[in-house]
Structures are given as C-alpha cells and as structure tokens.
C-alpha cells in the first residue's frame, strides 16, 4: 500500500514539474510560417481554450496550452513552437509584466465568428482578406447586400468590407472599362439586386448597405477594411442624406448640383474635408486616396508601424505586432490615405512620413472598432484586373499580411474592466 502511494505521489510530483505550455514565437529568426501562426492559434480558441497573445515580445508571440493535439496541428501545418516548462513561462510574463518593458500579456478569450461582405461568384484571390483567411485556415462565411439588409451581420464578431464602392459608380472604371464583357455584366447584376431589394439606384442601395454596416459598428461590432472600401464607403456616408453624387452613366441622371457643398463629413468614420473627383472618366473617387499625388518608387516604397505602449494602449500595439516596424508598400485603388483627410479622433497605425501619407488607420464608433488598410495586396506591388493571383505559399512570413490577420484576433481579446 505505501509503494503504490509513493509511486502516486513521485507521478503527482513529476507531473507538476514537467507541465508544460507551448510558445509560437513570431520573430523573423524562428518562425516559419507566420500566417498559418495565426490559423493555429485560432484553431485553439475553437477548442474552448484561452491564449495569451505576448504583445512586443518576439514580433508578438502567442503562449498555448500544450497538447499532443496542438503540436501535431503545428506540424502538419509547417508552424515553429517551442515547448516550455511552467517555469520558463512564468518567467517570460513576469519579464512582461515589468514596467520596464513595453509588453503586455493579452488573453484570447474565444475564436470570433468571422463575415466577409462579398458578392457571390468571387474568387478568394480577388481580394486579400478572403485569400490569407483560406491560407490561414481560418473560417469565415460570405455576406453581401441582401444579408447586410436584413440585419443578419449581428450573427458576426467581425466583418470585412471587400473591394466595393459603395458609392454606386461601379469602382470608377467606367473610363477604361465600359466597353468590357465583365464590366457589363457586373453593373447589370448590381441593377438588378438593387431592384430586387426595391431600390430604383444601385447607389441608393449601396448607401442603405452603408448605413447598415454604420450601426453593425456603432452597436459593436468590429470591421476592416481595404483598398476602395475604405474611402468610397466614407463617401457613401457623407451623402447619406440623399445626395446625388452619381453622373448619368451611373445611375441614368445627372448628379445633384453642388453636391459637393452639401456633404455631411460628421457621418463619416475615417475622414474629413475631402473632395470628390467629379470626372466620371477619372479611376479616382476622392482626394483622401494618395495614388495620384505619390512621389516613390517601387524599391523604396515602405510605410512604418507607430509604437504605442502596450501596457497603457495594448489595442493599437496589437494591431501593429509584427516582426518588423518596416513593411513594404503596395498599391491599389485607394493606396494611401491623405494625412490631412483623416480625422484627429483617429489613429495612425502606419505611415510615410516622408510622403505624407497615412496607409494603417484604426478608430472608435460607438460601441465598436474599425480600422481601414490602403492597397489591394500586401505581395502584389501594383495588381491590375485579370492579373494572376498571389501565391501565399511563397510569402509565408509576408508583414503586411500579419497586420491583416492582427485585425481577424483582436475581437477575441478579453475586454478590461473599466475603472470607476
């Protein structure tokens, strides 16, 4: 009997010293796949257990539970870990917890349910949320007009807004455009949804799906944006009282005289004091957008990520963890925003100073979150219509993919209480 209880009592005891917790380090040294990083720590969260996001220790590291499950899923996926003992993950937090180092310690609570607002028929390629999404293997569900109107967006923690123009002028590529088959074909699907949702104009239906998305937001939810989405979504907003801003090729009428005077700019979420391009001709919809007035070069095209500290502002430092302060610029129809344009109450998250050009921008609405990102794809320098698409095999570690997929965690992180 007593040498069943010493056996009993050495298991306890060694059982206590060899627990252990699995780090997924994010620095550029040890990681070798940064992207699938996140899928794995998603994956985790769906199993009913919490993680610890390390903000600014090792590119912003996540701390697992360890499992023979876990490690197996990292493998098979081709994500580094590393296995650390209770003591060695004690210490890393308390080195985290000192005021001396400008980290935190963020719990994820649970995995966010996830909507893409995109129109049947698109590829994951077309746009750069759905394509990390699927390479990250994490799940999301299409959503689009019909769903955003009947109020179905209430189902989701997060949403983002694919390459649309929510102004109603079919992304402004009328000009080089108007003759192709594709280009044809889509105004006429979006004349005909708009109709069957019972609105006379695609930009009276756009501007409904906008303000259905404003109070998706304002009621707390959490939305990312990219490329046209962002301005032209902004645009819909300060037109909201029913200001035409389409020309005849648009919606079949002349634009409303003055229009420009009669913008509202406190609907908007990101910018303000903005003009419009009037040329329907012209692939432009504002002067927020820095396309036009950029003065760079392909091989010296970067922006910086802004330091917050993380103990104090931990939910713009997760936004911004990275392996690298520096991340390569990209184009797209709306590449960068005007720093003028953009509102105090919002953050820069990233930027070219040098080019006076905000690309990463983060703000408040209400009770919820949104944070719009310049460019169309973080590997594909300049993409054009019918160009191929981007491999992420091949960028697996790619810096302006990671902002991305920080925006897909940050509604599962615990919630602080507010101090009274």
């Not at 098979?76 to 003591?87: A, M, P, T």
């Not at 930027?351 to 009770?367: L, P, T, V």
């Not at 320098?381 to 095999?393: A, C, I, M, N, S």
Request: with cysteine.
């Amino acid at each position: 009997m007593k040498k069943h209880i010493f056996i009993f009592i050495f298991f306890f005891i060694f059982c206590k010293v060899s627990a252990s917790v699995l780090l997924i380090p994010m620095d550029s040294e040890t990681q070798k796949n940064h992207l699938k990083a996140y899928g794995i720590t998603y994956w985790v969260l769906t199993k009913q257990q919490k993680v610890q996001w390390l903000l600014n220790y090792r590119g912003g590291s996540f701390l697992l539970p360890d499992s023979e499950s876990i490690r197996k899923e990292c493998q098979i996926r081709g994500v580094s870990f590393e296995i650390l003992s209770d003591g060695e993950a004690s210490s890393i937090l308390s080195e985290i917890a000192s005021p001396s180092k400008n980290q935190e310690a963020v719990i994820l609570e649970k995995a966010p349910k996830i909507a893409v607002y995109t129109p049947n028929g698109k590829l994951p390629w077309d746009d750069a949320v759905t394509m990390v999404l699927t390479y990250a293997e994490i799940p999301y569900d299409k959503v689009y007009d019909e769903e955003v109107l009947e109020d179905k967006l209430a189902l989701y923690d997060w949403l983002h807004l694919h390459h649309e123009d929510f102004t109603g002028q079919y992304g402004k590529f009328y000009g080089a455009y108007k003759a192709a088959p594709w280009y044809l074909e889509s105004k006429k699907e979006a004349e005909d949804l708009a109709n069957k949702l019972g609105y006379g104009k695609v930009s009276e239906e756009k501007r409904a799906v906008a303000l259905k998305i404003r109070n998706y937001v304002i009621g707390g939810g959490f939305m990312f944006a990219m490329c046209s989405a962002t301005d032209s979504f902004d645009i819909a907003l300060s037109a909201s009282d029913g200001v035409d801003i389409c020309e005849t090729m648009f919606d079949g009428d002349p634009s409303e005289a003055n229009y420009q005077s009669k913008l509202d700019y406190s609907r908007t979420f990101a910018f303000t004091d903005f003009t419009l391009e009037r040329n329907p001709l012209q692939y432009e919809f504002s002067s927020i957008d820095m396309t036009r007035k950029r003065n760079i070069g392909k091989e010296s095209d970067y922006f910086s990520l802004m330091d917050f500290s993380a103990k104090w502002d931990p939910i713009p430092t997760m936004l911004c963890q990275n392996h690298t302060s520096l991340v390569k610029g990209f184009m797209g129809q709306t590449t960068s925003f005007e720093r003028e344009a953009v509102k105090s109450t919002v953050l820069v998250l990233g930027e070219n100073k040098i080019n006076g050009e905000a690309r990463y921008i983060h703000g408040i609405k209400g009770k919820g979150f949104f944070t719009f990102y310049g460019g169309h794809d973080p590997e594909d320098y300049q993409h054009r219509v019918g160009d191929p698409k981007t491999e992420l095999e091949l960028h697996p570690t790619s810096p302006g993919y990671r902002l991305i997929l920080n925006n897909v965690l940050f509604p599962a992180a615990k919630k602080k209480k507010q101090k009274t």
